[in-house]
């Protein structure tokens, strides 16, 4: 795994390590998610590899805030996991064509929220106002659950969401990183790399987060400060992506990394490979 340091990103490597040795726990793991309540980081995982059936062989494993495995199978019977984001005592797992509302203090999965016309449910985020997005990553479309009602709307379908993965909400603003225009479903090929786009939240407006350049296949992303930290699932590398599009390698040599989290108040990025059943922790310089 290579590094590239810079005077604007430095990393601690000693919290660069790989967390639980052991396999068991993770199987594919496509989300690390922080929730500061009960402080603990889960993880969500596909299960039997890449497989996306609705096989009810996904789970979520809770670590705590050091790392250490707690509960392997905390929640089990899902299909195929993905992206997460936490409401309070609420965890909110994308599932498949479902999104999957978890009380954490039982680990009782409470609600199952159809989100009906999507072809493949992924990453899913939270606004302030308390209403989830949830990115329909073959289908073009990112979906809205109000948090009222929690019934599935579309908000935005257009191709130029350019197959949509990872979602953070920005102000008044959902930042989408995307995969590219896809070639090949069964292999995700793409023609060109993907980028980060701009959707007003108010307007529905699609714009390119600066020049718009090609910049990876993202499978995740997240804000830290004022620059966002995105993770190419197909070339393996952790990105820091400026305001003004500067993009800077952080991490190489990882093989699909997959969807990352963030712990504001200690700097952490929490980093799951897929291929290796592996999870990392990496604390980034907290001038961030």
Not at 97 to 113: K, L
Request: hydrophobic share 45%.
């Amino acid at each position: 795994m290579r590094s590239i340091l810079c005077a604007a990103v430095v990393l601690a490597f000693a919290a660069g390590t790989a967390l639980g040795d052991q396999h068991e726990p993770f199987d594919a793991p496509e989300q690390m998610t922080w929730h500061a309540p009960s402080q603990s980081w889960f993880v969500s995982n596909l299960g039997g590899g890449l497989s996306l059936e609705k096989d009810g062989y996904g789970w979520v494993t809770r670590l705590d805030a050091a790392g250490n495995v707690v509960s392997p199978r905390w929640v089990e019977g899902l299909d195929a996991p993905t992206g997460m984001t936490a409401i309070g005592d609420r965890l909110f797992v994308a599932d498949r064509g479902v999104v999957v509302e978890v009380d954490v203090p039982t680990a009782r999965i409470v609600a199952r929220h159809p989100v009906t016309g999507a072809e493949f449910v992924n990453d899913v985020t939270t606004a302030p106002n308390g209403d989830l997005y949830v990115s329909d990553f073959m289908g073009n479309k990112i979906y809205r659950l109000p948090a009222g009602t929690r019934a599935a709307e579309v908000f935005v379908a257009s191709d130029a969401l350019d197959f949509p993965n990872g979602l953070v909400v920005d102000g008044d603003q959902l930042i989408v990183a995307t995969w590219g225009p896809m070639t090949d479903p069964k292999t995700f090929a793409t023609s060109r790399p993907g980028t980060v786009l701009t959707v007003d939240l108010a307007t529905k407006a699609i714009k390119p987060l600066a020049d718009g350049r090609p910049i990876a296949n993202f499978d995740g992303i997240v804000k830290v400060g004022d620059v966002f930290y995105g993770t190419d699932w197909m070339g393996g590398r952790l990105l820091r992506i400026a305001r003004d599009g500067t993009v800077t390698e952080v991490l190489t040599g990882f093989k699909q990394l997959a969807d990352l989290g963030y712990r504001p108040d200690t700097g952490q990025l929490g980093l799951p490979e897929m291929s290796s059943s592996r999870v990392f922790l990496l604390t980034l310089d907290r001038r961030e």
